[in-house]
């Protein structure tokens, strides 16, 4: 996938109006992205019904409702009615305590003299609500002059600006930061970052992003970093037009990026090989966009970049430098689909589950001739095949291979199966979302013998030391069950049941399992809606107790 070609997750919006075209229309998007059952219910509904639909006592209670409402239009008549399809006369933002307006106003896809059309009150709302400073967003719609309407878009501003500690790792190997971050700099939208972090590993670094997402009011948005490391530096910057809304047709943009660390290889938790790494790499892209129900999306890009390693004593190995120049092809396919949710991966806000499956192939060369240090082809593939039940159960799986091949054989093979299971239990004590993972990664990659995955702690699977396991194969599995114990406007706080399973190994699998539980402290008010994770976990074949801590869920 190219850069900034990803869909965009997003939340789903009330469609408002009481006219029949409103409600129609209204009928129509819902029933293609329903809020799943039990979460809140439509104020639309509410307000026409007169009361909330998880109250009815109709089996398909989300049917009678809609039909209900339109038959009701039908009887009562749209004389006065007001909504989709009328002028727009003018636009009231509220709320906002520190963002400017027309930094809210911008995001809108409609203005002043427009047709008031729900598709694009929608995805008006999911843009907003996509902003890590903004929380609730609702746009809805009151009389004007005749023929016209004022939109009134209500915002909520979020803790965007924060001095704070951070914690991360196991209580083995714990590593810590000093975060200071505004994600709304000046009310402007732009964001700054300053983080200081002792890594339990790697030791000292300190970086500071920048970033604006609508550099001087247009669509473009540029994105930089500086950072120092006491086992190297990274250096970025940015420059993109990403698909900031459906009906955009291009996206485009060009990065430079430096970045130098240390790497390090393991045999059964021991040290085996450390290298300098360093990669110097400039690339741009571009993209077309076209199709409704289906996005269709070709794409070029190009990429330069110049590898370079180097052993660090007393080890002696290190990976053999390279440069490449590649240019390739991309095409995807992709069905915008969206859903909103509570309480599966975060504590107290809408969540937004992106539902659409997506399919992308991506193919090119690297040629001596135009600078390359190899000639080979490379291809390939990402699946994406995501369901939503009308009971509310989301399994959300994805498949990706890679490989090169030259001399009439392949080279390097990567692929990486995963799926992911949720549901909220709304009839169980505590609401608990259920959260099953599955993953599978594997890899051979001759150009580089001494790849691997690891696994144990932070990588993978609790109850078990970091780096606990070692190689070619990995395969991770893990079931939760997440209770919400208290939900407040500011906080939310939760738990977690867990059991793990899993394995990395090179020729001959050995599994190996864990179970515990954990809290879970989520803080819907603040930016990201962050989580904090504190879990105590047994692995059940080595037989230890193992303490962890963590932003956001495991998975």
């Given at each position: 996938?190219?850069?900034?070609?990803?869909?965009e997750?997003?939340?789903?919006?009330?469609?408002?109006?009481?006219?029949?075209?409103?409600?129609?229309?209204?009928?129509?998007?819902?029933?293609?992205?329903?809020?799943?059952?039990?979460?809140?219910?439509?104020?639309?509904?509410?307000?026409?019904c007169?009361?909330?639909?998880?109250?009815?006592?109709?089996?398909?209670?989300?049917?009678?409702?809609?039909?209900?409402?339109?038959?009701?239009?039908i009887?009562?008549?749209?004389?006065?009615?007001?909504?989709?399809?009328?002028?727009?006369?003018a636009?009231?933002?509220?709320?906002?305590?520190?963002?400017d307006?027309?930094?809210?106003?911008?995001?809108?896809?409609?203005?002043?003299?427009?047709?008031?059309?729900?598709?694009?009150?929608?995805?008006?709302?999911?843009?907003?609500?996509?902003?890590?400073?903004?929380?609730?967003?609702?746009?809805?719609?009151?009389?004007?002059a005749?023929?016209?309407?004022?939109?009134?878009?209500?915002?909520?501003?979020?803790?965007?600006?924060?001095?704070?500690?951070?914690?991360?790792?196991?209580?083995?190997?714990?590593s810590?930061?000093?975060?200071?971050?505004?994600?709304?700099?000046?009310?402007?939208?732009?964001?700054?970052?300053?983080?200081?972090?002792?890594?339990?590993?790697?030791?000292?670094?300190?970086?500071?992003?920048?970033?604006?997402?609508?550099?001087?009011?247009?669509?473009?948005?540029?994105a930089?970093?500086?950072?120092?490391?006491?086992e190297?530096?990274?250096?970025?910057?940015?420059?993109?037009?990403?698909?900031?809304?459906?009906?955009?047709?291009?996206?485009?943009?060009?990065?430079?990026?430096?970045?130098?660390?240390?790497?390090?290889?393991?045999?059964?938790?021991?040290?085996?090989?450390?290298?300098?790494?360093?990669?110097?790499?400039?690339?741009?892209?571009?993209?077309?966009?076209?199709?409704d129900?289906?996005?269709?999306?070709?794409?070029?890009?190009?990429s330069?970049?110049?590898?370079?390693?180097?052993?660090?004593?007393?080890?002696?190995y290190?990976?053999?430098?390279r440069?490449?120049?590649?240019?390739?092809?991309?095409?995807s396919?992709?069905?915008?689909?969206?859903?909103?949710?509570?309480f599966?991966?975060?504590?107290?806000?809408?969540?937004?589950?992106?539902?659409?499956?997506?399919a992308?192939?991506?193919?090119?060369?690297?040629?001596?001739?135009?600078?390359?240090?190899?000639?080979?082809?490379?291809?390939?593939?990402a699946?994406?095949?995501?369901?939503r039940?009308?009971?509310?159960?989301?399994l959300?799986?994805?498949?990706?291979?890679?490989?090169?091949?030259?001399?009439?054989?392949?080279?390097?093979?990567?692929?990486?199966?995963?799926?992911?299971?949720?549901k909220?239990?709304?009839?169980?004590?505590?609401?608990?979302?259920?959260?099953?993972?599955?993953?599978?990664?594997?890899?051979?990659?001759?150009e580089?013998?001494?790849?691997?995955?690891?696994?144990g702690?932070?990588?993978?699977?609790?109850?078990?030391?970091?780096?606990?396991?070692?190689?070619k194969?990995?395969?991770?599995?893990?079931?939760?069950?997440?209770?919400?114990?208290?939900?407040?406007?500011?906080w939310?706080?939760?738990?977690?049941?867990?059991?793990?399973?899993?394995?990395?190994?090179?020729?001959?699998a050995?599994?190996?399992?864990?179970?515990?539980?954990?809290?879970?402290?989520?803080?819907?008010?603040?930016?990201?809606?962050?989580?904090?994770?504190?879990d105590?976990?047994?692995?059940?074949?080595?037989?230890?107790?193992?303490?962890?801590f963590?932003?956001?869920?495991?998975?």
């Amino acid at each position: 996938m190219l850069p900034g070609v990803a869909a965009e997750p997003s939340r789903s919006a009330e469609v408002f109006g009481v006219n029949l075209k409103g409600i129609l229309l209204s009928s129509f998007i819902r029933s293609s992205s329903r809020s799943p059952e039990g979460s809140q219910p439509s104020p639309h509904l509410v307000s026409i019904c007169g009361k909330r639909c998880v109250e009815c006592k109709v089996r398909n209670w989300r049917q009678a409702c809609r039909w209900l409402c339109t038959a009701l239009v039908i009887v009562l008549g749209q004389s006065d009615g007001v909504g989709a399809g009328q002028v727009i006369g003018a636009i009231d933002i509220r709320g906002n305590t520190r963002t400017d307006s027309d930094i809210v106003q911008r995001e809108l896809l409609f203005e002043p003299g427009d047709t008031l059309s729900a598709t694009a009150v929608i995805e008006s709302e999911r843009i907003l609500r996509r902003l890590l400073f903004l929380g609730r967003v609702h746009i809805s719609s009151v009389a004007a002059a005749p023929g016209s309407v004022r939109v009134v878009v209500d915002v909520e501003d979020l803790y965007a600006r924060a001095l704070s500690p951070q914690l991360a790792g196991d209580i083995e190997e714990a590593s810590y930061a000093i975060v200071a971050v505004d994600y709304n700099l000046f009310g402007r939208g732009q964001y700054a970052r300053l983080t200081g972090f002792d890594d339990a590993r790697s030791g000292h670094r300190a970086t500071v992003h920048y970033g604006d997402p609508r550099l001087g009011g247009s669509h473009l948005r540029l994105a930089t970093q500086v950072g120092w490391a006491e086992e190297g530096h990274t250096l970025g910057l940015s420059l993109s037009q990403p698909f900031f809304a459906l009906a955009s047709s291009w996206a485009f943009g060009a990065s430079a990026a430096s970045h130098e660390a240390r790497s390090r290889l393991y045999n059964r938790g021991t040290l085996v090989a450390m290298y300098a790494d360093r990669i110097d790499v400039a690339s741009a892209w571009l993209v077309h966009s076209s199709g409704d129900q289906l996005k269709v999306r070709p794409g070029v890009q190009v990429s330069v970049s110049d590898n370079t390693f180097v052993a660090r004593s007393p080890y002696e190995y290190a990976p053999t430098p390279r440069r490449r120049v590649l240019t390739s092809l991309v095409f995807s396919l992709w069905r915008p689909r969206y859903v909103t949710d509570h309480f599966i991966k975060y504590l107290g806000t809408e969540e937004d589950f992106q539902v659409g499956s997506s399919a992308s192939v991506h193919a090119g060369v690297s040629s001596r001739t135009l600078g390359s240090d190899r000639d080979y082809l490379f291809a390939a593939i990402a699946l994406a095949p995501r369901f939503r039940s009308d009971s509310g159960w989301y399994l959300l799986t994805s498949f990706s291979a890679r490989s090169r091949w030259h001399a009439g054989r392949y080279e390097n093979l990567i692929s990486t199966i995963s799926a992911r299971i949720y549901k909220r239990l709304t009839r169980l004590p505590g609401t608990p979302a259920l959260a099953i993972r599955f993953n599978m990664d594997t890899l051979s990659r001759p150009e580089d013998r001494a790849s691997q995955y690891l696994l144990g702690g932070a990588s993978g699977l609790r109850g078990y030391l970091p780096r606990s396991y070692d190689g070619k194969r990995r395969l991770v599995t893990g079931f939760e069950l997440r209770p919400v114990f208290l939900r407040r406007t500011n906080w939310a706080l939760g738990g977690a049941l867990f059991a793990d399973a899993g394995g990395a190994w090179d020729s001959s699998a050995a599994l190996c399992s864990a179970v515990g539980a954990g809290f879970r402290l989520g803080l819907p008010r603040v930016y990201d809606n962050p989580v904090l994770r504190v879990d105590v976990a047994h692995g059940l074949r080595e037989g230890i107790w193992q303490f962890s801590f963590g932003l956001g869920q495991y998975f």
